[in-house]
């Protein structure tokens, strides 16, 4: 398959390029790896459609489909890139090829976990995942949960629990109450967002919310009973069904490190790596553009609107791809005091034991990957972070607690069939 513009990530980056570019006559190709188009974000699934923006922007391109310039692969995950501006994909059905002119990555966010005693009980999620499974029909009727971590994603978590018949035990911040009254007061430069923050907190007026504090154990015999809570100096048990705990999120860079676009520091305070982008949103790569979270965490409007001009630059549209950087600015500016708010305490690094589990997938001790001077010597000499995830989970988390930078991906960037694979050599 060939297309004029390439977009990996149906997210509201992913989704508004696709519109852009549809709309302007080009043939697109949109991939995610989800059943259904809307990311994280605009999840939807059995028991969630999406409405408001999500739904008129899905809407649009439905209609697009229809009139046959937009190919959309779900369930469809990349796997390689490849020379000659293709990309090897893998789905249900087997790998395919894809050719592009351009190509936009918007790749999106990973949720942050950082390890503590217990994080690895069944019970226990992120935030965005227990969201995620909410609405794929994970029933939480009468279910007591904690939410804890950092960000405004704690709040949104507890909205879709609650309306789920979930009782929110309580939402555990870790920021302290200063930086978040200073930043619930900066709201009013972003209407939609002070809507937002207000209607959740309404709807969630009944249900504690501690500043200041942070799980330190989740206990239970094979399955999660209760977590122990810091808060200020005082030490707390509550007793839960779940815990969805994860520390903000950080930008999916995989696609694009590997792809050799350039990776650097990106919003302010946020301590992730971003893909760097100039003024229209293109990367260092000829002919790669990127947009939303992938390029720096600033939440779905900002997304919108970096996804909107990284069509318009990739079609070569500069005029109305200028129109919306005044757009694109205030909602950077809101991502700068978002991070300032939500930096991660330094106390967080601190709370596993040597015996915790850092990496999931290779059983690697907290305390065996501490002991080595890198994230490269670590993984030579404990297999930390060569399994099914890739790092993408301890990974991040060395970096936080260590100081560590973990090199770029490796092909394939996730486990693949060997028929996938083989589509190389069929297209050599």
């Not at 390029?295 to 996804?307: N, P, R, S």
């Amino acid at each position: 398959m060939k297309f004029d513009v390439l977009i990996v990530g149906a997210g509201p980056a992913g989704l508004h390029a696709a519109l852009v570019a549809t709309q302007s006559g080009a043939r697109v190709g949109l991939v995610d790896d989800n059943a259904r188009m809307g990311g994280q974000i605009w999840r939807q699934g059995p028991r969630h459609r999406a409405g408001g923006r999500a739904r008129t922007v899905l809407d649009g391109l439905d209609a697009q489909v229809h009139h046959g310039n937009l190919q959309v692969l779900t369930g469809t995950r990349i796997v390689q890139a490849l020379p000659g501006r293709q990309l090897l994909a893998e789905a249900a059905q087997g790998g395919s090829l894809l050719g592009y002119d351009k190509l936009i990555v918007a790749s999106g966010a990973r949720e942050r976990f950082l390890p503590y005693p217990g994080w690895t009980l069944p019970g226990v999620t992120g935030a965005g995942g227990l969201q995620a499974l909410i609405k794929g029909g994970m029933d939480v009727q009468g279910q007591r949960i904690v939410i804890a971590g950092s960000g405004p994603l704690l709040f949104a978590a507890a909205v879709t629990a609650r309306a789920q018949g979930a009782r929110v035990v309580a939402i555990v911040e870790q920021a302290r109450a200063a930086a978040v009254r200073r930043f619930a007061m900066q709201l009013s430069s972003t209407p939609a967002r002070l809507v937002q923050a207000l209607r959740m907190r309404y709807d969630l007026r009944d249900t504690p919310y501690w500043l200041d504090a942070n799980v330190t154990e989740a206990c239970g015999e094979g399955q999660l009973t209760h977590a122990r809570i810091r808060r200020g100096h005082e030490a707390i048990r509550v007793d839960c069904d779940r815990l969805a705990c994860a520390y903000g999120l950080v930008p999916n860079t995989s696609l694009g490190a590997m792809l050799g676009c350039r990776i650097d520091d990106g919003v302010p305070g946020s301590e992730a790596p971003a893909i760097v982008v100039d003024t229209g949103q293109a990367t260092s790569v000829e002919h790669v553009y990127a947009a939303g979270e992938c390029t720096g965490v600033g939440g779905m409007e900002l997304a919108a609107a970096e996804g909107s001009i990284a069509a318009y630059a990739a079609l070569g549209q500069r005029e109305r791809a200028q129109a919306q950087f005044a757009e694109r600015e205030r909602y950077r500016r809101f991502a700068t005091r978002l991070h300032a708010a939500f930096a991660l305490d330094p106390r967080l690094r601190e709370l596993a034991a040597p015996h915790t589990t850092l990496c999931r997938c290779e059983d690697v001790a907290f305390g065996d990957v501490a002991q080595h001077r890198s994230w490269r010597d670590a993984k030579l000499h404990t297999r930390c972070g060569m399994g099914p995830c890739q790092g993408a989970i301890c990974g991040t988390a060395a970096s936080f607690c260590f100081g560590w930078t973990p090199g770029a991906p490796r092909p394939p960037l996730a486990p693949t069939r060997i028929g996938t694979l083989l589509e190389i050599d069929k297209a050599a």
